[in-house]
């Protein structure tokens, strides 16, 4: 029960809940515009399907079409350079 009531995210006295698994609410890694430019660049051209999606997502939000900070955010965020354990919960559940 001890294991169950300290493990589980939602519970009112999880280790979660208590700040002791604060470090996976923050990003650790990110990039430089002017450096994740070319790369970026580069990795739409080898991914057609997030090319797409960036498209659509200018297309569907201008504010978003207007800024290339963001624009850069949305490639990063779906490439292979983004860190894969940014909001991940480090204990994992099994079975039922």
Do not use: C
């Amino acid at each position: 029960r001890f294991l169950v009531e300290t493990l589980e995210p939602r519970a009112p006295d999880s280790y979660f809940a208590w700040n002791y698994f604060d470090g996976i609410l923050g990003r650790k890694e990110g990039f430089s515009g002017y450096v994740f430019e070319e790369t970026a660049a580069e990795y739409l051209k080898t991914h057609p399907e997030l090319k797409t999606k960036l498209e659509e997502k200018r297309m569907a939000d201008s504010n978003f079409a207007k800024n290339g900070r963001a624009q850069l955010n949305f490639v990063y965020e779906n490439s292979v350079y983004f860190e894969p354990d940014y909001l991940r919960y480090p204990v994992y559940r099994v079975g039922n």
